[in-house]
């Protein structure tokens, strides 16, 4: 039972390439976030979205509630921007305010 | 610092042998959760914890048990570990679970 899809599953990309990662998912939803985790294994929460767009610095995360599909963009992107990138929901259906099902995570690498 | 410290950060033990992973979070959250990420399979939940004296279980529950005693700490207990319990482990804390999550270093455990 694939919930959470993200595509592409990797992604490689050339210092300054716009890029986006997609996550789709078949479940109804209070909230999504993506996660950012680098390859010392450390996880970074960047946006949690309800409903339209986020930005901060040169990533931007728009959600779809209609279409059940959210996109993590990175502008002019970087060596540093190299990570996996998590896309995970919250359930809204009853009982289940606490638990996350994550997609398994886009492996972004930027080359100089 | 607002943080969520996990201990230790590596460990290797012997099957049977009871261990506790712990995790401690200094931001006074509500919400706290357990996950484990393998290879192909991503991060899936353990149990989670909406308060003090109030815990749930996520998606893989089996073998693990959790307590929350305290609102700073959420110790993982792993009563008779087994090998196919070997993983990298991630606490991690919200304010009330509805919004962004702050993540533990990780807890890399082999069962041997």
């Known amino acids: 039972k694939n919930e959470v899809e993200q595509s592409p599953q990797n992604l490689t990309a050339q210092e300054g390439e716009f890029i986006t990662i997609n996550c789709s998912y078949s479940?109804?939803?209070?909230?999504l976030h993506w996660l950012q985790q680098h390859p010392g294994g450390g996880i970074v929460s960047l946006f949690m979205l309800s409903s339209g767009k986020k930005k901060h610095g040169r990533l931007i995360a728009t959600i779809n509630i209609q279409e059940k599909h959210s996109s993590l963009h990175i502008t002019a992107s970087h060596p540093r921007d190299s990570a996996v990138y998590i896309c995970a929901v919250r359930p809204n259906y009853g009982g289940s305010q606490g638990n996350l099902i994550f997609g398994k995570g886009t492996k972004l690498s930027v080359k100089p | 610092e607002a943080q969520v410290t996990q201990n230790p950060r590596y460990l290797i033990t012997v099957t049977g042998k009871k261990l506790t992973v712990t995790c401690s979070q200094n931001?006074?959250?509500?919400?706290m959760s357990w996950y484990r990420q393998d290879p192909g399979l991503g991060l899936r939940q353990i149990y989670y914890?909406?308060?003090?004296?109030?815990?749930d279980k996520g998606d893989v529950p089996e073998g693990y048990k959790v307590s929350r005693k305290e609102k700073r700490n959420f110790p993982l207990i792993l009563e008779s570990p087994s090998p196919n319990q070997t993983s990298l482990y991630f606490c991690?804390?919200?304010?009330?679970?509805?919004?962004?999550?702050?993540f533990g270093s990780g807890t890399r455990l082999t069962v041997v």
């Open positions: 931001m006074n959250h509500e919400y």
């Open positions: 479940v109804g939803i209070s909230a």
């Open positions: 991690a804390s919200s304010l009330s679970g509805a919004g962004g999550y702050t």
């Open positions: 914890s909406m308060n003090v004296e109030v815990t």
